[in-house]
């Protein structure tokens, strides 16, 4: 059966950064693209960034706006993980940040579909 399991979130001041893991049981997560999304308080689901492949070697990562030059999506395929390095954080970045795979291996996170969805882990920016 299929799991992802996020952890790594947590409160944190405004300017600092938080390292979130998905770690999946039943599927190999390097044959798949893997996502982040994340759903602020009151707000819609958002693709956060995504990391994909194409044959063995030809990876991709895509960002949303608001992640770009301060988010990093990354594998260690050794250990079945994906993580999100999110740096220089803000009020705006607050939300339930979840783990997602699509069965494709190439996509940007525009275009995203996930076919399935962790629980989430909970991010909150705060003085």
């Known amino acids: 059966q299929l799991q992802l399991v996020e952890s790594g979130g947590g409160l944190v001041e405004p300017g600092g950064s938080l390292r979130l893991s998905c770690t999946a049981s039943?599927?190999?997560?390097?044959?798949?693209?893997v996502g982040w999304f994340r759903q602020a308080p009151g707000k819609e689901r958002e693709g956060v960034a995504c990391?994909?492949?194409?044959?063995?070697?030809?990876?991709?990562?895509d960002y949303a706006d608001s992640a770009k030059g301060r988010f990093a999506i990354s594998r260690d395929n050794a250990k079945n993980t994906v993580y999100l390095q999110m740096n220089s954080l803000n009020p705006d970045d607050t939300g339930i940040y979840y783990c997602?795979?699509?069965?494709?291996?190439?996509?940007?996170?525009?275009?995203?579909?996930?076919?399935?969805w962790g629980p989430g882990t909970q991010v909150t920016v705060s003085s």
């Open positions: 039943g599927i190999t997560l390097d044959r798949y693209a």
């Open positions: 990391i994909s492949i194409r044959g063995v070697t030809v990876e991709n990562t």
């Open positions: 997602v795979v699509e069965y494709n291996a190439w996509t940007t996170i525009r275009a995203m579909t996930p076919d399935h």
